[in-house]
């Protein structure tokens, strides 16, 4: 079983940055991505960002040249870094973990930019 916790967001000017941590705990073993999503009020749940233990990643288009992904996989940990953020990346942003075909959530953190 895999456990998925979230650390950061908060509140931020437009411009600003901030950044988003996610580590993966339990049974966490051989090639596995993680990643976030994220979800505004009336709208569905979207791909941010998502990267592989082998290196690949994949951005929104309206996150690319903002936001980077990295892993740590000595950590089972990902990071979010968001730069230039805008009042419309205002969501739940929420990690996840896909180990072995089985895809595990965070309970989600907010991310709110606002002047």
């Given at each position: 079983?895999?456990?998925?916790?979230?650390?950061?967001?908060?509140?931020?000017?437009?411009?600003?940055?901030?950044?988003?941590?996610?580590?993966?705990?339990?049974?966490?073993?051989?090639?596995?991505?993680m990643?976030?999503?994220?979800?505004?009020?009336?709208?569905?749940?979207?791909?941010?960002?998502?990267?592989?233990?082998?290196?690949?990643?994949?951005?929104?288009?309206?996150?690319?040249?903002?936001?980077?992904?990295?892993?740590?996989?000595?950590?089972?940990?990902?990071?979010?870094?968001?730069?230039?953020?805008?009042?419309?990346?205002?969501?739940?942003?929420?990690?996840?973990?896909?180990?072995?075909h089985?895809?595990?959530?965070?309970?989600?953190?907010?991310?709110?930019?606002?002047?």
């Open positions: 079983q895999v456990q998925v916790v979230e650390s950061g967001g908060g509140l931020v000017q437009p411009g600003g940055s901030l950044r988003l941590s996610c580590v993966a705990s339990g049974s966490v073993f051989g090639t596995y991505s990643g976030w999503y994220r979800q505004a009020p009336g709208k569905a749940r979207a791909l941010v960002a998502a990267i592989t233990t082998d290196g690949r990643t994949e951005y929104t288009p309206s996150v690319k040249g903002r936001f980077t992904i990295s892993i740590d996989i000595a950590k089972n940990t990902v990071h979010l870094q968001m730069n230039a953020l805008r009042p419309d990346d205002t969501a739940v942003y929420y990690c996840y973990a896909a180990v072995n089985v895809t595990t959530w965070g309970q989600g953190t907010q991310v709110t930019v606002s002047s």
